[in-house]
């Protein structure tokens, strides 16, 4: 087979694909979009302000990927289930995703509450400016006590929206997603610059508006599905019994766990990479907030992708379709990786105008502008890794994901990390850099372990 017909489809797959992935894009392109909205108003109001949500935000990426882990997990059933027709396999996913969401958001809650200055305290360095750090501590702990009552929905949604996608309906998530944006965005300024005869909140009113979207977003899932149940007549007797056969129980543990416990060590070794950074100052976490936004609005093409991995490769497996989910992985992966470098370049030729748009200063403008080049340069790379993981995922290898994902960040990119960002004088920049860099080594692995097919497996079968 030559390069081009193993790594490009036809007119018939791309439209598949994008049938699959666009809804997500858009998704998660408005969501991002409205999420660096949210960051430039108040970016508006002051650095302090800024900082203190972004360190909270960088906590609850925590909780928000241990959600997450533990829906990919029971998921990656599901969509094995939704491929060779077992809608009742389907329904025992989504019964033990609402026990693992309740289990994850009381957790949640309740070290939130308990170690929550102390967390926010991990990132706050800097001589000399010790009002500044006081403010962004105030800033931060305002934001975080509103933003817990937000975790219950934000469970409920990814609960039914990941079952959903798991069933080939996108669009709807995607609609409840565009809803919960715009509600976001109002409530934002409306509260935040205290319009409309509304009080100013500042950070206050930005946690209240992300709450109030988060419970829109849920309830516009939930009624969709109750109301089409013989479109996902998985939610048929859902809630009549709450009983999961022992051997599915036994096996998602066997499967899903390791991938749960995957997204929660990385979402905290991203958090402690982060605080990394922060050795640095208030400067570079506020130019590493700024960058970090605006290029999760560029990422929506290979996580969409990942998603759509996921999905289609999963349901190929299901299926025993295993020849079809090898040729249709190598030609998502390459679609993946082309598209971000086409992304790639444009966000380096662009990068310093985002960082204009805020208010702070010239320093942590110039500073978040060399942070966005790096990240854009390094795109392809993520975007490799992003389809390697979600194809590793797709045939139930957590064990290799794991080890793949936080294993590598916890024993590789965080100890060199740790020993630049404290026993050297690298600014920021550099030292950045010098992370990201690191993942040339996953991007090896990644390619050995999809070349060799460790993936191809049909796990419900």
Not at 139 to 155: A, C, D, Q, R
Not at 182 to 196: D, H, R, S, W
Request: proline share 3%.
């Amino acid at each position: 087979m030559s390069i081009r017909k193993k790594l490009f489809g036809d007119k018939a797959f791309y439209k598949m694909v994008l049938g699959v992935a666009v809804p997500m894009m858009i998704q998660n392109g408005i969501t991002n979009f409205v999420g660096l909205l949210d960051n430039i108003m108040v970016g508006r109001v002051g650095t302090e302000q800024m900082s203190g949500i972004a360190i909270v935000n960088q906590l609850m990426l925590v909780f928000n990927l241990a959600i997450f882990g533990a829906i990919s997990g029971v998921g990656i059933f599901g969509a094995q289930f939704y491929g060779c027709k077992d809608h009742k396999g389907v329904r025992h996913t989504f019964r033990f995703k609402i026990y693992a969401c309740a289990f994850i958001v009381l957790v949640g809650i309740f070290l939130f509450l308990a170690g929550g200055e102390q967390l926010i305290l991990l990132y706050l360095h800097g001589e000399g400016n010790d009002a500044a750090l006081q403010a962004t501590l105030g800033y931060g702990k305002e934001y975080l006590l509103v933003m817990l009552f937000g975790l219950l929905p934000f469970g409920v949604e990814q609960i039914y929206t990941s079952t959903l996608r798991e069933c080939g309906e996108t669009k709807v998530p995607m609609a409840a997603g565009v809803a919960a944006v715009c509600v976001n965005l109002a409530l934002n300024y409306l509260l935040i610059f205290g319009k409309c005869g509304l009080p100013q909140l500042g950070v206050v009113g930005a946690a209240i508006a992300t709450v109030v979207s988060r419970y829109v977003q849920a309830a516009i899932v939930v009624a969709w599905t109750h109301r089409h149940k013989e479109r996902m007549p998985f939610i048929l007797g859902a809630y009549r019994e709450f009983k999961i056969p022992g051997q599915l129980t036994g096996n998602i543990f066997k499967k899903g766990l390791p991938l749960m416990i995957n997204e929660i060590l990385w979402a905290a070794g991203m958090a402690s990479l982060t605080q990394c950074y922060s050795m640095r100052g208030l400067d570079a976490v506020a130019a590493l907030n700024i960058s970090t936004t605006i290029t999760n609005l560029f990422s929506v093409i290979y996580m969409a992708m990942g998603g759509a991995i996921s999905i289609i490769v999963g349901q190929l497996l299901g299926a025993g379709e295993m020849e079809e989910a090898k040729d249709t992985d190598a030609k998502l992966i390459a679609f993946s990786v082309f598209s971000c470098v086409v992304i790639g370049g444009v966000l380096i030729l662009i990068a310093p105008l985002f960082p204009r748009i805020y208010h702070t200063t010239d320093a942590v403008k110039a500073l978040a502008a060399s942070l966005l080049r790096v990240a854009a340069a390094c795109m392809p790379l993520a975007a490799f890794m992003h389809a390697s993981y979600f194809t590793l995922r797709s045939g139930g290898k957590t064990i290799v994901t794991f080890l793949f994902d936080s294993v590598f960040l916890w024993c590789v990119s965080l100890p060199v990390a740790y020993i630049l960002s404290r026993y050297t004088g690298l600014p920021i920049v550099p030292l950045y850099l010098s992370c990201q860099l690191l993942d040339i080594i996953k991007c090896v692995i990644g390619f050995i372990l999809v070349k060799k097919g460790v993936w191809l497996n049909n796990i419900v079968a």
